[in-house]
C-alpha cells in the first residue's frame, strides 16, 4: 500500500545569471490518507517552494534537481503536462493565502465552481451546479443559493476564503495544501476558518500540509509537524512532542517566541539575528551564527535529521549530548536601542 504523499530527498535550485541557488535542500517527508502535516518556519525557510514542488509548479528559472515527489504511488515531477493537469486541482487542490489570487472577479462564484468541476468530470452543468451548492453548505455559507450568483468583490474576505475552501473540495481531493490559509484574516476568523479546515478533512478523510509560520495554528489543526530553516528540515515528529518538548535550537528559539508562553508585561524573547539568503547560507550548520550551542563542528559540517527520542533531529549538539539541550542555555544577544529623553530618561526607540 502506498502512501498519500511521499516526499523524497527533494532539492530545488533557481539558474540565474552568476550561478545556481539552492532553495530546498534534500527535504523529505510522508503523509498517509487522512492525515494532517504542518511545514512550519519563518519566511524564506522554503515552506511554500516546497508546497509548490509537490504539484510541480515551480516557475523558472526554477526546477526540481534532485529527488521525487511520490503521489499514490506516481512520480509526480516525472509527468507530463497533461497527465499532471488530471492531479493538480483534482486530486490535490492548493489554497492560497490571498483568496482573490484564486477568484477570478468577473466571474460569479457559482460559475467558478462550475467550470472547475466540469474541467475535471464528465458530468452535466446542472449536476455540476448541484455538487457547488452542496459544498458552499459544507463550508456554512449562508443562503448558499442566493451566493452562487454574486461575485468576489460581495462577499467578506472570511467568506471568501470559505469559497475557495469550497472550490478546493469541489472535485473531492485526496490531498489539500494549504499555504498561509487565513495569514490575510482577522484573528477570529483565522479561528473560525482553521476549525472549519480541520472539521472538513476529517470528515473527508482528506490529506492536509499546511504551509504557515504560525505554531499556534498548527498544534491546533495537525498530527505531524516539520520544521524547515534555509531551506532544510531541521525538525520533525509528532505534533505535540516537538510543541511540548522541543529539540532543536530553532524550534525551541520559535516555541519561546510565543507571545503565549511568557509573564505578561514582560519583553517578548526573540531568535537573534535572521536567517541567511539564498545568496549566503553559511557553512555547516545553517543556524550555528544563531545558535546559542554553536561548536566547532557546526561551523564546517551539515547536520542531518537523526532519531531523538520520538522524533527526528538535524542538530550536531543535540546528537551528542544525549538527545537534549537545556532551553536555558539559549543567550540573549538582543538589547534595545536607547537614547535620552529632556528629562534624562533613557527611553527605548527601536531593537537592533
Known amino acids: 500500500m502506498h502512501h498519500l504523499l511521499e516526499v523524497q530527498d527533494l532539492e530545488v535550485k533557481f539558474a540565474l545569471r552568476f550561478g545556481e541557488l539552492t532553495a530546498i535542500n534534500g527535504v523529505g517527508f510522508t503523509l498517509e490518507r487522512g492525515e494532517r502535516m504542518g511545514l512550519v518556519g519563518e519566511s524564506g525557510a522554503g515552506k511554500s517552494v516546497t508546497g509548490f514542488a509537490i504539484i510541480n509548479l515551480i516557475s523558472k528559472p526554477g526546477y526540481i534537481s534532485r529527488g521525487r515527489v511520490l503521489f499514490e504511488g506516481r ?11 488530471d492531479i493538480r486541482g483534482n486530486r490535490i487542490s492548493m489554497i492560497f493565502q490571498d483568496p482573490m489570487m484564486t477568484l477570478n472577479p468577473v466571474l460569479t462564484v457559482g460559475t467558478q465552481m462550475v467550470e472547475t468541476l466540469l474541467a475535471h468530470r464528465r458530468i452535466s452543468r446542472q449536476a455540476a451546479a448541484k455538487i457547488a451548492l452542496d459544498k458552499l453548505r459544507m463550508v456554512q455559507i449562508p443562503s448558499p443559493e442566493k451566493r452562487l450568483t454574486q461575485y468576489p468583490h460581495e462577499f467578506s474576505g472570511g467568506m471568501r476564503q470559505r469559497i475557495v475552501i469550497a472550490i478546493a473540495l469541489v472535485t473531492d481531493p485526496a490531498l489539500i495544501i494549504a499555504d498561509e490559509p487565513t495569514t490575510a484574516l482577522d484573528v477570529t476568523i483565522q479561528a473560525e476558518i482553521m476549525e472549519l479546515l480541520l472539521e472538513l478533512c476529517q470528515a473527508q478523510k482528506t490529506g492536509l500540509v499546511l504551509i504557515t509560520h504560525d505554531l499556534a495554528v498548527v498544534s491546533q489543526v495537525t498530527e505531524k509537524l516539520a520544521v524547515m530553516y534555509a531551506g532544510s528540515i531541521v525538525e520533525k515528529g ?5 510543541v511540548n518538548d522541543p529539540a532543536h535550537p530553532y524550534t525551541q528559539g520559535l516555541i519561546r517566541a510565543l507571545p503565549g508562553i511568557i509573564t505578561p508585561g514582560s519583553r517578548l524573547h526573540q531568535i537573534p539575528g535572521v536567517m541567511p539568503s539564498l545568496t549566503s547560507i553559511p557553512p555547516g550548520c545553517p543556524f550555528h551564527p544563531r545558535c546559542p550551542f554553536c ?7 551539515p547536520p542531518h535529521l537523526a532519531p531523538v527520542d520520538s522524533r527526528q533531529v538535524a542538530c550536531h549538539m543535540v546528537a551528542t549530548q544525549n538527545g537534549r539541550l537545556e532551553p536555558t542555555g539559549i543567550v540573549e544577544t538582543w538589547q534595545p536601542d536607547t537614547r535620552m529623553t529632556a528629562t534624562g530618561k533613557a527611553v527605548e526607540t527601536h531593537g537592533r
Open 75 to 85: 512520480a509526480l515531477n516525472q509527468l507530463s503536462h497533461e497527465a499532471m493537469r
Open 238 to 242: 509528532a505534533t505535540d512532542v516537538i
Open 295 to 301: 561548536a566547532a563542528v557546526c561551523r564546517t559540517t
